[in-house]
C-alpha cells in the first residue's frame, strides 16, 4: 500500500471511531440520573473515559513524533484500563482508585514546600496550599477507615490480563524510552522522525481508538435500556 493510501486509511479509521466515540458520549450523558441509577458506575466511567478520549488531540504525520508517541501512550493506557475494568466488572471501584490517584497526587504537591526552600526560595511567598491539601487528605483517609484508598493494578498487570503484554512490552516500554530522558537519549539511533515510524505508530493510534469505542460500545449495549 502506497504512503498516500495508507494516511487515507489511517485518517479514515480515525474519524470513524471519534465520531462514534462522540455519539456514545452523548448517549452515556443522557443516560446520567436517577432513572439508572442501579448502573450509575458504569454509565459514569463510560461517560468519562469517552469525553477524556475526545478531549485528546489525534496527531498526524506532520507533527513531531514525540507528540505522536504521548498520544499513543495515553491511548493505550485508556484502551488497557476500559478494558481491564470491563472484563473484571469492577466499575464500582473506579471511585476508590480516583480518590487514591488523588491521595498521591496530593502528597506530590505537599512536597513543594520542602522542595521550594531547598531549591527555588524565590517562591517561598508564594502560597503552596499545603494545609488545604492535607485536609483533604485527611478527608480521604476518613472516608477509607483511616488508610489509604486502595490503588489499581499496575498498567503492566492489567495488560497481561486482558492479553495484551505483547503490546504493552513492545509500545508501552519503548515510549517510556523515547519520552524520558535516559542513556538512551544518548544513542545516535534514537531518531525517530522518519515517515515510515510515524504510520507505524499512527496505525497504532487508529487501532487504539477503534478498540475502545468497541468497548465503550459494549458498555453502553450492556446497560438495560
Same mark, same amino acid.
Given at each position: 500500500?502506497?504512503?498516500?493510501?495508507?494516511?487515507?486509511?489511517?485518517?479514515?479509521?480515525?474519524?470513524?471511531?471519534?465520531?462514534?466515540?462522540?455519539?456514545?458520549?452523548?448517549?452515556?450523558?443522557?443516560?446520567?440520573?436517577?432513572?439508572?441509577?442501579?448502573?450509575?458506575?458504569?454509565?459514569?466511567?463510560?461517560?468519562?473515559?469517552?469525553?477524556?478520549?475526545?478531549?485528546?488531540?489525534?496527531?498526524?504525520?506532520?507533527?513531531?513524533?514525540?507528540?505522536?508517541?504521548?498520544?499513543?501512550?495515553?491511548?493505550?493506557?485508556?484502551?488497557?484500563?476500559?478494558?481491564?475494568?470491563?472484563?473484571?466488572?469492577?466499575?464500582?471501584?473506579?471511585?476508590?482508585?480516583?480518590?487514591?490517584?488523588?491521595?498521591?497526587?496530593?502528597?506530590?504537591?505537599?512536597?513543594?514546600?520542602?522542595?521550594?526552600?531547598?531549591?527555588?526560595?524565590?517562591? $517561598?511567598? %508564594?502560597?503552596?496550599?499545603?494545609? @488545604?491539601?492535607?485536609?483533604?487528605?485527611?478527608? +480521604?483517609? &476518613?472516608?477509607?477507615?483511616?488508610?489509604?484508598?486502595?490503588?489499581?493494578?499496575?498498567?503492566?498487570?492489567?495488560?497481561?490480563?486482558?492479553?495484551?503484554?505483547?503490546?504493552?512490552?513492545?509500545?508501552?516500554?519503548?515510549?517510556?524510552?523515547?519520552?524520558?530522558?535516559?542513556?538512551?537519549?544518548?544513542?545516535?539511533?534514537?531518531?525517530?522522525?522518519?515517515?515510515?515510524?510515524?504510520?507505524?505508530?499512527?496505525?497504532?493510534?487508529? $487501532?487504539? %481508538?477503534?478498540?475502545?469505542?468497541? @468497548?465503550?460500545?459494549?458498555?453502553?449495549?450492556? +446497560?438495560? &435500556?
Amino acid at each position: 500500500m502506497s504512503f498516500e493510501l495508507l494516511d487515507q486509511n489511517i485518517n479514515r479509521r480515525i474519524t470513524i471511531s471519534r465520531n462514534k466515540i462522540s455519539k456514545l458520549y452523548e448517549q452515556f450523558e443522557q443516560m446520567l440520573g436517577v432513572q439508572y441509577y442501579e448502573q450509575a458506575h458504569k454509565i459514569t466511567f463510560g461517560f468519562l473515559v469517552s469525553e477524556y478520549v475526545l478531549k485528546l488531540k489525534i496527531p498526524s504525520k506532520t507533527v513531531d513524533s514525540d507528540t505522536i508517541f504521548l498520544c499513543g501512550r495515553r491511548l493505550l493506557e485508556v484502551f488497557i484500563i476500559l478494558k481491564y475494568i470491563t472484563q473484571t466488572n469492577t466499575f464500582s471501584k473506579m471511585m476508590e482508585y480516583c480518590q487514591r490517584d488523588r491521595y498521591d497526587y496530593l502528597e506530590g504537591c505537599n512536597a513543594r514546600v520542602i522542595a521550594d526552600e531547598k531549591f527555588f526560595p524565590a517562591l $517561598k511567598d %508564594l502560597d503552596n496550599y499545603a494545609l @488545604e491539601n492535607k485536609q483533604e487528605q485527611a478527608e +480521604i483517609l &476518613k472516608q477509607y477507615e483511616g488508610k489509604k484508598p486502595k490503588a489499581m493494578e499496575t498498567m503492566k498487570a492489567m495488560a497481561t490480563a486482558i492479553g495484551y503484554e505483547e503490546e504493552y512490552n513492545y509500545f508501552y516500554k519503548f515510549t517510556s524510552k523515547i519520552l524520558h530522558f535516559c542513556p538512551f537519549s544518548l544513542n545516535g539511533d534514537a531518531y525517530f522522525e522518519h515517515v515510515v515510524h510515524k504510520r507505524v505508530f499512527l496505525i497504532r493510534l487508529a $487501532k487504539y %481508538l477503534e478498540e475502545i469505542e468497541k @468497548e465503550l460500545e459494549n458498555i453502553y449495549q450492556s +446497560i438495560p &435500556k
